[in-house]
C-alpha cells in the first residue's frame, strides 16, 4: 500500500483498494496504524479479522488430495460426512 502511494502508481484509497483486493476499510485501517506510529507500528498490530476457519490448513491440504483422486468423493454429501468424520 505505502509503496503504491509512494510510487504514485496509485492517489486513492479506492485504487488501492482495487489494486490489493481489499477493502477501502482495512486500507483506512492500515493508515491510522501508519499515521499513528510509522511502518513499526503497521507491521506489529496485525490483528485478524472476519469468520475463524472452519478447519486447519493440514485437513484443506488432505481434502484437495482427496478431490484429485478419480476414485474420490462422488457427492458434496460424501465431502461433508468426510469432513464431519474428522
Known amino acids: 500500500m505505502l509503496y503504491l502511494f509512494q510510487s504514485k502508481q496509485v492517489e486513492t484509497v479506492?485504487?488501492?483498494s482495487a489494486v490489493l483486493g481489499t477493502s477501502e476499510a482495512t486500507i483506512h485501517r492500515w493508515l491510522s496504524q501508519y499515521r499513528k506510529g510509522g511502518l513499526e507500528n503497521l507491521l506489529k498490530n496485525r490483528q485478524v479479522f472476519?469468520?475463524?476457519k472452519k478447519f486447519s490448513v493440514e485437513i484443506a491440504a488432505t481434502l484437495q488430495q482427496e478431490l484429485r483422486d478419480p476414485e474420490g468423493f462422488k457427492?458434496?454429501?460424501e465431502v461433508h460426512l468426510w469432513l464431519w468424520l474428522i
Do not use: A, D, I, N
Open 50 to 52: 472476519g469468520r475463524p
Open 75 to 77: 457427492s458434496y454429501k
Open 14 to 16: 479506492r485504487e488501492v
